[in-house]
């Protein structure tokens, strides 16, 4: 077997139990990974040296088709109702033909953190049939020191073989596609899908699974930190503004995606950043722009033009899930640490595509709480296949819910104890539409977000004069400098008052029927502070 770069040699390839491969080329960095997936057709230069590849049939990820296994100790401590299961033996067989499968193959492989705090991180290695894919997960993670690589032994081993098709019958999956979690082998097997974000989270899901016991809330949101150490979370979905939002000029970017809260503060779980670029300017987003076409990015499904190798940000005709990883030393005001302290604000972003939801709102702790449950965002049109022209309400548990791996209660009871530990104050943020709904009205405009969270981070909207939303109970303020005032009070901007009110009756009514769910789990604080409270008090 040929071997190539520095690794453990006490701790190689056999240990996961590969047989006769071709070889394994170890912890390679950027250049070399380079030539690699552009002498093998995995993907082109851009003209100003990005790499782009293609992902084919799967632009995204694939929850239907994630699958845990159900043992001794998943049986009673996994979130069954929102996972799917196969047995120990269902991964063996699998685990057994992906050894068979990998026989004569040059595989990647890549030694990593995930987490930048030493105590909760966890030692990830990524085996990779692709190079662009190698690219990929050493981008998003978190790279040891050179000298750390001779001595390293994951906790966590992923093998990510696009080209592997697996069997309903003999597998217990659903498809040729497939991702496949040991919780107590630490394993994950990814085969069918050339979509690299699986990989990265896998390793979330993984931390997800084992951090709550620590006293760690693992989160999906991203994290800055102010000139005076005052941090900040961003919870949102896809395409809410986590990390255009975190993305501020003036704050230190601490990560995009995925971040623990620990006894000691905050902490990236990952060592870059995965941005959606569809409509992505420099004029906008000047600083994901440039780290998105500088050598050492990755796009993937973004076109190109076929002369220049210009990325066009504009075109969706591959997806609207284009996206760009990057380091995350390519933002210049970015942390070279990935921690910071206790959050003062908590920002939960929904781009409601009903128009109805002010563009900034208070929350109490136990708002905070059902807002953290409900997870709520809006799809519109051109997102997804089969949207049609009216917005879909997407309810998505701690604004992560395929990476929940536990109840969505037991992260949101550590999450309210944080909140009420720290006194941190928090905010919904609509990044979505104003003036009607989706169709009719506009996008909120970035300037007007920016301003209303640049004044809840520095505390200077606690002194504002709020109003009591009489759809969702929350305090919405009345007034702010620069900001334009009917904005603040979204039925102003609609023409008509009473399509405004039916909308947001029927947004509510979304919100109950989503939360029945959760009602058994929370105190009557948190039942208290439901919308539909509010109206049925009028």
């Known amino acids: 077997m040929q071997e190539s770069g520095v690794r453990n040699g006490a701790f190689g ?19 070399p990974l380079y030539e690699h997936a552009i002498r093998a057709g995995e993907a082109v230069l851009t003209a100003e040296g990005a790499l782009c590849a293609e992902t084919g049939v799967f632009t995204g990820r694939s929850p239907k088709d994630k699958f845990t296994v159900r043992d001794a100790n998943t049986d009673k401590t996994m ?70 690589l001779a001595s390293f032994a994951p906790e966590l081993t992923i093998v990510d073989l696009p080209s592997f098709r697996a069997d309903p019958k003999r597998h217990g999956c659903k498809s040729e596609n497939i991702v496949a979690i040991d919780f107590t082998r630490k394993l994950v097997l990814i085969a069918g899908s050339q979509y690299a974000g699986e990989m990265k989270k896998s390793v979330f899901t993984t931390l997800n699974y084992f951090l709550p016991a620590k006293g760690v809330m693992p989160m999906h949101c991203s994290a800055n930190v102010g000139p005076d150490g005052d941090s900040a979370i961003f919870f949102g979905l896809s395409g809410t503004g986590k990390t255009t939002l975190s993305a501020d000029p003036h704050r ?12 000691e503060g905050i902490f990236n779980f990952e ?19 440039d780290a998105s076409i500088r050598f050492g990015a990755v ?27 990057y380091p995350l030393d390519f933002i210049p005001n970015a942390s070279r640490t990935g921690r910071a302290s206790h959050p003062k604000n ?53 604004f992560g819910s395929p990476f929940l791996p536990r109840d969505p209660a037991e992260y949101g009871k550590l999450l309210r104890d944080l909140i009420a530990k720290y006194n941190v104050d928090c905010w919904v943020v609509n990044t979505g539409w104003t003036g009607g709904k989706y169709g009719v009205g506009s996008r909120m405009p970035i300037k007007v977000t920016r301003a209303l969270l640049t004044a809840a981070l520095n505390g200077s909207l606690r002194n504002a ?8 109970g929350f305090a919405v303020p009345t007034k702010l400098d620069g900001v334009p005032t009917e904005i603040l009070d979204p039925v102003n901007t609609w023409k008509d008052k009473a399509e405004f009110d039916k909308t947001a009756r029927a947004l509510v009514g979304m919100f109950q029927k989503n939360f029945a769910k959760f009602e058994k789990h929370v105190d009557a604080e948190v039942l208290a502070a439901a919308p539909e409270a509010k109206l049925a008090a009028e």
């Open 13 to 31: 390839a056999d240990k996961f139990g590969f047989k006769d491969l071709g070889g394994v080329n170890w912890n390679f960095g950027t250049a």
């Open 79 to 148: 979130w069954w109702d929102g996972n799917q299961s196969i047995t120990p033996e269902q991964f063996q067989t699998l685990h057994d033909d992906f050894i068979a499968h990998c026989k004569g193959k040059t595989l990647f492989a890549q030694d990593l953190y995930g987490g930048a705090d030493p105590t909760y991180r966890i030692k990830t290695r990524v085996y990779t049939e692709l190079a662009w894919h190698s690219l990929f997960i050493r981008t998003l993670l978190i790279r040891p020191e050179l000298a750390e």
């Open 252 to 263: 230190t970017l601490i990560g995009d995606d995925e971040t623990g809260w620990g006894p």
């Open 271 to 289: 060592g870059g950043c995965y941005a959606k670029t569809i409509k992505l300017s420099r004029e906008a987003e000047p600083a994901i722009f």
């Open 299 to 325: 796009l993937e499904n973004v076109v190109l033009d076929p002369q220049t190798r210009v990325p066009d940000f504009d075109d969706g005709s591959k997806t609207e899930n284009t996206r760009s990883a």
């Open 346 to 398: 908590l920002v939960m972003l929904a781009a409601d595509a009903f128009g109805v939801m002010p563009p900034i709102a208070k929350l109490s702790p136990a708002q905070a709480m059902y807002h953290f449950l409900s997870g709520y965002t809006a799809k519109v049109a051109g997102t997804e296949r089969g949207l049609g022209n009216e917005p879909v309400p997407e309810f998505s548990a701690c």
């Open 465 to 472: 004069e709020f109003r009591t939303d009489k759809y969702f």
